[in-house]
């Protein structure tokens, strides 16, 4: 409890602010955020600190009220901090795996559950379907953890967690609030992050959608002028001094409350920014966006003391500079259709280039057979369900730290085939426990009719992709390299029926057939 003074808002950082000042048992700096609960300006107030420690021992600060241009310092302070077994914090390592505070390497996969069920929902042929209440949080990520996965990709907007919307749409779980930021989506972030850890699943939380800056939804918009805004246009948002203020207010709160969660594997700003600068009647210039995420990464940079991982992303056009920004921890691209190329073109090509072009991890955040929900799904139910599959296996194989990210969640719960995630992190799990999270490219060389061929070397073990996109089955052979090891101990595993059989040992795997429209994984360990 404390007495501050405030014009317009206590959650506006250049009016009051409430921080912890600390100094960890390794002698690091640390400013912790504090967020206000409620109470009237020269009253009595309530705030809040929520705190992670990443070091064990002793840590002493005090708490800094900045109101205006004065400045009140409390009694110092200390507390100490104990082992609690939690593994911390994801962040960068390389461009195969994140890696948690304690060192354990991860790879995410998941998928997308981007909202809740809408009131009305605008698809074609899959309105009841995606209308059906069942699909909230608790049952999806509960379906999700169960099949799983560890990884999902969700949205803020005007009809989920609409942190920043006075009036919401197209949603009964949240109402309309005059409140500076809407008390039903923090109350809903709240349960979120608590059920997110309870469930063992890391978040990529994205903070805006580019549609929201558009046509009618741009008129409900907080940044809008009718709204009580700063700005006239969507694209003075960018631009704008007071615009920009507000929005880093928002990201100061959002680490005050929720930064605290390990939970929250990384923030995202856009969904899809490309679409938004193309979507205007005149194009948003590149150097405007790039400025933008450049300012705002470093700011999110210097105000959480958890350093969660930042990232945005593109539809398919790219921005210049956008994947330059050092702030930026990894980059990433959505990715539907053939675009006129095979999967096994597109995934693995996409996450090399990228990767050792910019030097930092890629991240496929949304894909699918067909981008379009006007579209019955029912037709090309079997390719749905194949390209599902096999953007998983490809990414395994591909130096992501998140394996692609499926969208459509609600059609494949319905069709069970989200379970099948469960396949594929089978095969993960081995791959990070063989390698501690290093991973290396290598060349098998096949014999047979063409298949799809990736090797990677996990520490010892050998992993290899056999992936038959015929109607028919192949059956060839694998020869392994033989380095220093006289023999490999080979196992194949079949996804499909979820089998495992040993081969003989040698330095070759032979007569080795993959069913048609399916992959074989085959486990290689040295046997001396």
């Known amino acids: 409890m404390l007495t501050a003074t405030w014009t317009n808002s206590p959650f506006r ?17 640390l400013v912790i955020p504090a967020f206000y609960n409620n109470g009237k300006s020269g009253e009595t107030s309530s705030w809040s600190i929520r705190f992670t420690p990443v070091e064990t021992g002793k840590y002493a600060g005090t708490f800094v009220l900045t109101n205006g241009s004065h400045c009140d310092v409390s009694k110092k302070l200390s507390f100490s901090v104990v082992r609690s077994g939690q593994k911390g914090f994801l962040h960068a390592d390389n461009n195969w795996s994140f890696r948690f505070d304690d060192g354990e390497p991860f ?6 559950v981007a909202w809740e069920s809408r009131s009305r929902d605008d698809s074609r042929f899959f309105q009841s379907l995606n209308e059906n209440p069942q699909y909230n949080y608790d049952y999806l990520l509960g379906k999700l953890s169960a099949a799983g996965g560890n990884f999902f990709r969700t949205w803020m907007c005007p009809w989920n967690l609409p942190l920043e919307w006075k009036m919401v749409g197209n949603t009964q779980r949240y109402t309309n609030d005059d409140n500076y930021f809407n008390d039903s989506a923090i109350q809903r972030m709240d349960q979120l992050v608590d059920l997110t850890a309870s469930l063992n699943l890391y978040m990529m939380l994205t903070l805006d959608n580019s549609g929201d800056f558009q046509g009618r ?32 207010d928002r990201l100061r709160y959002l680490v005050a409350r929720w930064g605290y969660s390990p939970n929250i594997a990384a923030w995202e700003f856009f969904n899809e920014i490309d679409n938004l600068m193309y979507g205007l009647p005149q194009k948003i210039p590149d150097n405007v966006i790039t400025a933008w995420h450049t300012e705002m990464a470093d700011y999110l940079k210097s105000i959480d003391p958890y350093h969660h991982l930042i990232t945005t992303s593109i539809s398919h056009r790219n921005v210049a500079g956008l994947y330059d920004i050092p702030s930026i921890d990894f ?85 069970g085939t989200t379970k099948y995630i469960g396949h594929v992190r089978s095969v993960l799990d081995q791959m990070l426990a063989a390698g501690n999270g290093t991973f290396s490219e290598i060349k098998c060389q096949w014999t047979g009719p063409p298949v799809n061929t990736l090797s990677v070397k996990c520490g010892s073990t050998l992993f290899t992709l056999l992936e038959n996109t015929n109607s028919f089955q192949i059956t060839g052979n694998l020869s392994l390299p033989p380095g220093a090891i006289n023999l490999w101990h080979i196992e194949a595993y079949d996804p499909e029926k979820d089998t495992t059989h040993a081969l003989p040992a040698g330095l070759a795997a032979t007569n080795i057939t993959v069913p048609p429209m399916d992959c074989l994984i085959l486990i290689a360990n040295p046997r001396n």
């Open 107 to 112: 790879r995410g996969i998941g998928e997308n």
């Open 331 to 415: 980059n990433q691209i959505h990715i539907y259709g053939h675009n006129g190329q095979s999967r096994d073109d597109v995934f693995p090509e996409t996450f090399r280039k990228n990767s050792q072009e910019y030097g930092k991890p890629y991240v496929i955040g949304e894909y699918g057979f067909e981008w379009d929900w006007n579209v019955n799904f029912d037709a090309c139910a079997t390719n749905m369900d194949w390209d599902f599959k096999r953007g998983l296996w490809l990414g395994l194989f591909s130096p992501a730290p998140v394996l692609p990210i499926s969208w459509w969640w609600e059609y494949f719960d319905h069709r």
């Open 217 to 248: 939804t741009w008129r409900r918009n907080n940044y809008n002028i009718t709204n009580g805004g700063p700005v006239t246009l969507p694209q003075e948002f960018f631009t704008d001094p007071a615009a920009r203020a507000q929005y880093k």
């Open 13 to 29: 950082a250049e009016e009051v602010r409430l921080d912890l000042d600390l100094i960890s048992p390794s002698g690091n700096s």
